[in-house]
């Protein structure tokens, strides 16, 4: 779960860096866009998966 925390984060930082008006850049309508929802991709990965008992 830390790892989809640390994605999502990575992914607003990436939004807020983009120098366009408004956040109308690439940075700020796709590629932070597209982190954030790996980032919840892995979070409900985590939270579903259920290990295998040995």
Do not use: C, Q, R, W
């Not at 860096?17 to 700020?28: M, Q, R, Y």
């Amino acid at each position: 779960m830390l790892a989809g925390i640390a994605v999502l984060v990575l992914g607003f930082v990436i939004m807020s860096l983009d120098s366009e008006p408004f956040g109308f850049g690439f940075l700020g309508i796709t590629l932070g866009p597209v982190i954030v929802m790996i980032g919840f991709i892995i979070e409900i990965y985590a939270i579903l998966h259920n290990p295998k008992e040995k």
